[in-house]
Structures are given as C-alpha cells and as structure tokens.
C-alpha cells in the first residue's frame, strides 16, 4: 500500500476484529443473545472491510496499462466504496433484522449469563488497541486538522475508514453491553433487541456517510487546497524566473489516486518566446511543481500564444510534457 495508506492500522484493526468476531460467536451459540450475534455479524463485516482495503491498496499498486493509462490508483477508492456497502448491508440491516425477530420474540438470556458481559468487555479493549493505532497514525497525517475535518477532507481512503469503524465499534459494543445489562436485569429479552436496534442504526449511519466521501472521491477530487495553492504558486514563480512564461491563465488538478495528483494549466507566454525558451519554461514549471507538494504528480502544462503575432503562430504547438 502506497505511503500514507494506513497499513498499520489496517492491520491491527483485521487482527482484533478477527479475535473478536470468534469470541463473540462464541457467546452468542451459548446464549442465544441478539446483540451478541448483531455484534459478530458486525466484527466479520468489519474484518471483510479490512481484507477489501488491504487488496485495494495492493491493486493499487500496478503498472499503467494500454486500458489504464493513468495506473489503478484509484483501485483504493473502489475498495473504500464496497467496504461501505457491505457495512450497511452486513453489518447495519442485519442488526436491524435481528433486533425485529427478537423483538417479536423476546428470550431472556437463561444460561452463561457472565459470558456475554466479558466477551463485550474484552472486545471494547482490543477495540481500543485498534483505534489507538488508527488514531496514532491520522495523528501523523492531519497536521493542525481536527479528526473530523481530516476524516472530511482526507483523499487516502483507509485511516479516515478505519478511524470510523473502529470509533463505530467501540460506541456498539456499549450499545450491546447496555443491551445484555438490561437483559440480565429485567429477564426481559426486548432490552436485547433494543441493544441491536442500535448497533443496526449506528452501522447504516456510519456506512452513508462513508457512501458519501466515497462516491466523492470515485467522482474525482481535486487536490487539497493548501496542494492546489502550492502548485498554483509554483507554476507562478517559474514566470517570474524564466523568460517566456507571463500568466497562469487555468489550473485544474484532479487526484488519480490518494498519492497522485493529475495538473492540467494554461499559462501564457510573451508574444516574442521562442520555441526554445517555451520548452525551458514549461520544463521549469513543471519541475517547480513537483517540488511544491510531496505527491506524484502528472502534468501537462499548455502554452497559450493568443498575443503572439502572425509569424509566431505555428509555436502555439509546443506541447507540455508529462
């Protein structure tokens, strides 16, 4: 997985899920507990979601083909998407599920009572293990940002994944110990279902809104602001170094993958450039740029010539170069 991709968090997160998942398998077959099997259901989700994004960033990681000209970069993206949907449908609307079949008939919770209460309380630490990790590493990534804004405006799909899940897990392990609690108390196994209700809500929340930042990077966004001041200074500053290059007419930028960047401007040149020092130019333009930002970065810089007289036209079709 490219640099920045949260391999470590990732990791550690599919560790305790896997552990986690089987411990809680284990108590719901001896208690038959409806937010103990939302939670198990919930804890393979999770570990499927890992697995994804581990592969994702693995596909990644392949050459530019003749049908992929700009990489697979966003393989990561795609993998961030489903991850999202398998947390709605897996995880979210099972729960909810469950918590409607329990609710419609409520079984109280008649053997190994101590079970579920300390497979919930060992799953809230492991969990906890896991979303140190997750917040250690987007510690070192989001700068002076707030987690939220981060997890917002990150174009690296899995910290900011991994931070929610894991965040999502801890608050429905509470859910379910609450669920369990209430459970033993009463005898009455509707509190179980309630439990699961909430884990289901929680897991449909958290996968809409993961959706969303998704879709958005699936669509293509453009580089961070501070990114896109940087290059628009750099490109910039090489007109005022070389001779030829006068404007920054336009500047888009679209992120191919979380660690590349695609530049696309239109700068202008005086009328009286040669070829020559339009080449030199957009060379040390473009050199500027890959300076400026620490991404890998496609480029293709155009001469704009509309000012140049008649017998200079025919240099309008010196290309930039990637």
Not at 4 to 32: C, D, H, Q, S
Not at 109 to 126: Q, R, T
Request: proline residues 4%; negative net charge; glycine residues 8%.
């Amino acid at each position: 997985m490219a640099s920045g991709g949260g391999t470590k968090a990732v990791v550690a997160a599919l560790a305790a899920n896997l552990g986690i998942a089987l411990a809680k398998f284990v108590g719901w077959l001896l208690t038959a507990s409806s937010a103990m099997l939302a939670e198990a259901i919930h804890s393979v989700a999770d570990s499927s979601n890992q697995a994804l994004l581990l592969l994702g960033g693995k596909r990644a990681q392949r050459r530019a083909s003749e049908v992929h000209q700009f990489g697979y970069g966003r393989s990561r993206y795609v993998a961030g998407f489903i991850v999202s949907i398998v947390l709605f449908t897996l995880g979210g609307l099972f729960a909810l599920y469950e918590a409607w079949h329990k609710y419609t008939e409520p079984h109280p919770i008649e053997a190994w009572h101590w079970v579920p209460v300390v497979v919930l309380l060992v799953a809230m630490v492991m969990e906890a293990l896991a979303l140190r990790t997750a917040l250690a590493e987007a510690k070192q990534v989001r700068g002076k940002s707030s987690l939220l804004q981060f997890i917002k405006r990150s174009r690296s799909p899995e910290i900011p994944t991994i931070v929610m899940e894991d965040t999502g897990a801890l608050v429905g392990l509470v859910f379910a110990l609450f669920g369990v609690g209430m459970t033993l108390a009463t005898h009455d196994g509707r509190w179980d279902a309630v439990g699961s209700a909430a884990i289901g809500v929680l897991l449909v929340v958290i996968a809409g809104f993961l959706a969303r930042e998704m879709t958005s990077m699936l669509l293509g966004e453009s580089a961070l602001p501070e990114h896109h001041r940087a290059i628009e200074e750099a490109l910039r500053g090489a007109g005022e170094a070389e001779p030829g290059i006068t404007e920054l007419v336009e500047l888009r930028t679209l992120h191919l993958g979380p660690d590349e960047v695609l530049v696309a401007a239109k700068v202008k040149l005086a009328p009286e450039a040669t070829a020559e020092e339009v080449s030199r130019a957009i060379d040390a333009a473009e050199a500027r740029v890959r300076d400026a930002v620490p991404l890998r970065i496609v480029s293709y810089v155009e001469p704009d010539l509309h000012d140049a007289p008649e017998t200079g036209r025919q240099e309008k079709d010196v290309a930039g170069r990637a």
